[in-house]
């Protein structure tokens, strides 16, 4: 079994301009079975759109995003959610290429996910204005009729500049911060937000474009077993 899932870093060129849905990389599908998107973020499906792959979605259950360790890192614990997505949706279904992420902000020492309100994401962006942060996205590749897949994760860093009470409050009343980790789009086109040391801009929206075709074309290589425990990482 796996023993702890990789974290990389994945270069994307700063030619690519917002909204960064052109010229996203595509590999081929290491089996001849179809992908499965184990999540309901039309982000990350526009991701897989615009770069081509066919694919469908099935959402998993709600309890595939349950349980906080305190003592997990913000890379594990999108690892671990992003395994529990993908076996939560497997158990479902006879065959398949399932593939789930899962994506948090993190910024002095705290684990950022998605607000619950419009207070709660003033005070996330707030927390962020004119601070660098990371932003985490673990990904797993399951391949049901093998057995096998891989979890990785992959960091891109962040600098937001600060943010005025007007630029504040115009993102807030525009509700773009819903349902998004950090309670920011970065593919909204933001000019406050800028990626750092040549990071993915697609791992920021919730994909990691370019490791997913890597992994993709290196999955037989990478692959291991799974359990068919949720709370098992593999």
């Not at 770069?51 to 690892?79: I, L």
Request: glycine fraction near 8%; include cysteine; proline fraction near 6%.
């Amino acid at each position: 079994a796996i023993q702890m899932a990789r974290l990389s870093e994945s270069p994307m060129s700063a030619d690519n301009d917002i909204p960064l849905m052109r010229d996203l990389p595509r590999a081929d599908l290491p089996t001849d079975v179809p992908l499965i998107l184990a999540s309901g973020s039309p982000r990350r499906a526009q991701l897989l759109t615009a770069a081509g792959y066919p694919f469908t979605v099935r959402v998993p259950s709600d309890s595939a995003e349950c349980g906080v360790c305190s003592r997990e890192t913000a890379a594990e614990m999108v690892a671990r959610y992003a395994y529990r997505k993908a076996i939560d949706v497997a158990g479902g279904i006879d065959h398949g290429l399932v593939l789930a992420a899962d994506t948090v902000a993190f910024c002095l020492g705290q684990i950022i996910g998605k607000p619950r309100d419009q207070e709660h994401a003033e005070s996330i962006l707030r927390t962020l204005s004119g601070r660098k942060h990371d932003v985490y996205t673990g990904v797993c590749l399951l391949s049901i009729s093998q057995g096998a897949c891989v979890v990785e994760v992959v960091r891109t860093e962040l600098e937001m500049q600060p943010l005025s009470e007007s630029m504040l409050s115009e993102y807030l009343e525009s509700e773009r911060w819903i349902g998004k980790a950090g309670a920011f789009g970065y593919q909204d086109g933001n000019d406050w937000l800028r990626v750092i040391g040549g990071g993915s801009e697609s791992n920021v929206v919730g994909l990691p474009m370019e490791r997913l075709g890597e992994l993709m074309n290196q999955f037989h290589d990478l692959s291991e077993s799974y359990s068919v425990q949720p709370d098992e990482m593999p």
